[in-house]
């Protein structure tokens, strides 16, 4: 028999559609995202900083619901999808409220916050508007000597990030899934389930790989999320047909719904999350899914959880969600700094979430309802609001995002600071200064001491701190006004406070006719890998005796004691690696270590604190410098600035060292020196130098 055309066409298209999530209400499904979202929010603010898995949940949930949408509308046309309605839902219902809570904040935290935030705030602000804010955390906030505050008021806004960025790429999932249907005449829902099964296991695979190294990053990043997404969308192509007997669905349910409300009080997701433990609520989410009737949650018996979950309460947290999400995180964040706590107390929570709710109400009535019946007119009129929206949109944020990058650029600053008076901004030398010091203000001014990092800093020619994969390897900065024929190769080597002595060393360098080499892993000095999960660093410092030995150099500079906890200590592993780098045979200096402030100095003196106030505390210091009583390798020197970087050490009158000394910023974070003050203790190194090294100062 032979099969006609339209015959064949019709059994081709059946073929296509076989197997599409069914579009229909799911009750439930709006009741566990609303609850999720509030359980973030409740763990933020009573939950004393553990993670409910809400996010999980809420990522899933977008996973299902997009999939489902998606895959019918591209399947429907051939391997089509209506962009400008696709783009248009998404700016009226996502785009819009979140862009407002953008600026509200913004605009608090320029008010709130000292000026030497507000280039970050700009920042986070353009990275939460376009959608790149876990990027953005992941490079300031989470990076050794990062410039951001220590929380951010747009933290939150990283999960709406990687939802963002799921809603670019999955149109073009769905669409590619369709014509390969098409071409080997099978179902679009299969295909789909085999790229999202792909994407499910390469994300889950590498969510577990970096979460070994680097939970932080872990954490917040779009490929180690990806396959909690997938997650929602495998959920999406098996619940047409993945639907518990009868007698197991009130208990299933109810465990679901266990599952979803204990994770927060079970685990620890900061420490497990995006890895194999959130399975736990996604199961929770998937026995919800899976005991419900097929005529939907708010049809079951009332003894089940599907049918608690469709009520109508759990219906309106499901509206008001989403904006109060996103309006509790900053409101908590400024509170906090209004009030100066490090934590929320039981009144400060209940305020925190009240004015959320209000807020949250608020904007779903005259932003988000108005909006929602913009998607609702008649065809024609709903083609040309979509074109207006995404236009709209569009613009908005080029504008915005050019606009922001203004504002997140350093100032054009004169960065050259040889020429400072040693009159008035003797820096170190303040010490041997006769005289009263006169009273200017202190060089850089605060709002632009970030520009005055050490010079290495902006060549990217030193390895980065923590455990990602090649992070051992050695880098070094090469000296860019080295002599043609050195007297000496200098070597700043181990962590970031052997670099921030960059400048001091090349002022001695250019009298000196000396090589300056950085060669450092920040955040990572010898003996650091007593600490736990430090093996990067331990192969760092193997690499670095390797490299010492076939770059032979004279003198070696590294910190001697660590001054980062409540008393100046020595790792019992650092002498070993001081005896390795001798018997290269170079010379070994080592530098008392300098102390750390627990909160970034600049963001102090910004909000009116005194230097005194500001600087770090002298308690930390040893009676007695740690190194002179120990036996050190042959060809090891030491000496001891403490001093000249913290003139009033003997001042039983100040409890703190200075932030401003002989009128320089001696910081322009919580522990590193600006170049200018480094370059001020030069004449100071100098004088040490000529009592233990003398040979290499002529």
């Not at 763990?43 to 553990?50: A, E, K, N, P, S």
């Not at 679009?188 to 499910?200: C, D, P, R, Y």
């Not at 041997?432 to 010091?437: A, I, K, Q, S």
């Not at 200590?569 to 650092?574: K, R």
Request: aromatic share 10%; net charge negative.
């Amino acid at each position: 028999m032979t099969i006609t055309g339209p015959h064949r066409t019709d059994t081709s298209e059946d073929r296509l559609e076989k197997g599409l999530p069914e579009r229909r209400y799911l009750p439930e499904l709006h009741g566990v995202r609303g609850l999720a979202l509030t359980w973030v929010v409740l763990f933020h603010l009573f939950g004393d900083g553990r993670v409910s898995g809400g996010i999980d949940i809420f990522l899933a949930v977008s996973g299902f619901l997009f999939t489902g949408m998606l895959l019918r509308e591209a399947a429907a046309s051939g391997g089509r999808i209506d962009v400008l309605r696709y783009y248009g839902r998404l700016v009226r219902r996502i785009l819009v409220p979140a862009a407002i809570v953008v600026a509200a904040t913004l605009a608090a935290g320029l008010l709130l916050a000292p000026v030497t935030q507000h280039r970050q705030l700009w920042a986070e602000a353009r990275a939460s508007l376009l959608y790149f804010e876990n990027i953005e955390l992941i490079n300031s906030q989470l990076s050794y000597g990062a410039a951001g505050p220590d929380t951010s008021p747009f933290q939150h806004f990283w999960s709406l990030s990687v939802q963002g960025q799921f809603y670019l790429v999955w149109p073009a999932l769905a669409i590619i899934a369709v014509i390969v249907a098409k071409r080997f005449q099978t179902s679009a829902a299969k295909v789909m389930a085999i790229m999202i099964g792909v994407v499910f296991i390469g994300s889950f695979a590498y969510a577990i790989y970096v979460g070994r190294y680097d939970q932080s990053a872990a954490y917040l990043m779009t490929t180690t999320r990806a396959w909690e997404l997938g997650f929602g969308g495998l959920l999406a192509l098996g619940a047409g047909t993945l639907r518990l007997p009868q007698p197991l669905r009130a208990p299933a349910g109810w465990l679901g719904l266990m599952l979803i409300i204990s994770c927060g009080f079970v685990l620890d997701g900061g420490r497990l999350f995006p890895g194999p433990w959130a399975l736990w609520p996604l199961l929770g989410f998937t026995l919800v899914l899976i005991s419900a009737g097929p005529t939907g949650g708010n049809r079951d018996p009332k003894h089940t959880a599907t049918r608690f979950l469709s009520n109508r309460p759990l219906a309106w947290i499901g509206h008001h969600a989403y904006s109060l999400y996103l309006w509790h995180w900053p409101l908590l964040i400024y509170y906090l700094e209004i009030w100066d706590l490090q934590a929320l107390n039981l009144t400060g929570a209940l305020i925190v979430l009240a004015v959320s709710v209000a807020l949250a109400m608020l904007t779903y009535r005259y932003i988000e309802q108005p909006l929602q019946r913009l998607g609702k007119k008649e065809p024609t009129t709903q083609r040309r609001i979509n074109r207006t929206t995404v236009l709209a949109g569009a613009s908005t944020l080029i504008v915005a995002g050019f606009t922001m990058s203004a504002f997140t650029q350093p100032p054009s600053v004169d960065t050259t600071y040889g020429d400072l008076d040693p009159e008035v901004y003797p820096g170190a030398n303040v010490v041997t200064m006769d005289g009263e010091l006169p009273q200017v203000e202190a060089f850089p001014a605060v709002e632009n001491v970030d520009a005055y990092q050490p010079a290495y800093l902006d060549r990217d020619c030193a390895q980065l701190p923590g455990q990602d994969p090649g992070t051992d390897e050695v880098m070094v900065c090469q000296d860019e006004d080295a002599p043609e024929h050195p007297t000496a190769t200098i070597v700043l080597a181990g962590g970031s406070h052997a670099g921030h002595l960059e400048a001091a060393f090349k002022t001695l360098a250019r009298k000196y006719h000396w090589e300056v080499l950085v060669v450092i892993k920040s955040g990572c000095s010898f003996g650091f890998e007593e600490l736990p999960n430090e093996a990067m660093c331990e192969s760092w410092n193997h690499n670095f005796i390797d490299w010492l030995h076939d770059h032979p150099a004279d003198l070696v500079v590294t910190p001697g004691t660590r001054l980062d906890g409540p008393e100046e200590y020595i790792f019992d592993a650092t002498p070993q690696w001081w005896e390795q780098i001798v018997e290269t045979g170079t010379e070994l200096l080592l530098i008392r270590g300098t102390p750390r402030n627990d909160f970034w100095t600049p963001d102090c003196l910004a909000d009116g604190g005194t230097p005194q106030e500001c600087g770090p505390p002298k308690e930390i210091y040893a009676e007695e410098n740690p190194l002179l009583s120990m036996d050190l390798p042959a060809n090891t020197h030491h000496i001891d600035l403490t001093e000249y970087v913290c003139p009033n050490i003997h001042d039983d009158t100040t409890k703190n060292c200075d932030a401003v000394v002989g009128n320089i910023m001696v910081t322009f974070d919580f522990h590193h020196f600006t170049a200018p003050f480094s370059q001020s203790l030069a004449p100071s190194i100098e004088a040490e130098m000529q009592d233990v090294v003398p040979h290499l100062l002529r």
